[in-house]
């Protein structure tokens, strides 16, 4: 089963910009969607942008303009760059894989992947 690694999260201000990434340790699908996702404690985990495998992303309304996701195929790695920065842009971050077919678009919705990473702690200071 592919491993997931995320790195990159840390303290931040408000206005200022992290950076993410997440290593997958082996190409496992040849058409798959990458998932960024976020979580309070004591919430449930949402999903903030998604990229498919050709490259067509989509993003929650709270993260658009801001936050841009983006892969390397070649080094299996998904990247999240935040810009702009908010409070309440304060959660772990979790990276997630699934299989895809080509032809959907890529799913906000947490059941739709079947590989995560164990997180990485964001927070941003007002």
């Known amino acids: 089963q592919v491993q997931l690694v995320e790195s990159g999260g840390g303290s931040v201000q408000a206005g200022g910009s992290l950076r993410l990434s997440c290593a997958a340790s082996t190409h496992a699908y040849r058409l798959y969607y990458w998932g960024w996702f976020r979580q309070d404690p004591g919430k449930q985990r949402e999903g903030g942008a998604c990229?498919?495998?050709?490259?067509?992303?989509n993003y929650v309304d709270s993260v658009k303009g801001r936050f841009t996701i983006s892969q390397d195929n070649t080094n299996n790695t998904l990247y999240l760059q935040m810009n702009n920065q908010a409070p309440d842009d304060t959660a772990m971050y979790f990276c997630?894989?699934?299989?895809?077919?080509?032809?959907?678009?890529?799913?906000?919705?947490?059941?739709?992947?079947?590989?995560w990473g164990q997180g990485t702690q964001v927070t941003v200071s007002s």
């Open positions: 990229i498919r495998s050709i490259g067509t992303a």
């Open positions: 997630a894989l699934a299989p895809g077919n080509g032809r959907d678009a890529c799913s906000l919705a947490r059941p739709y992947y079947s590989s």
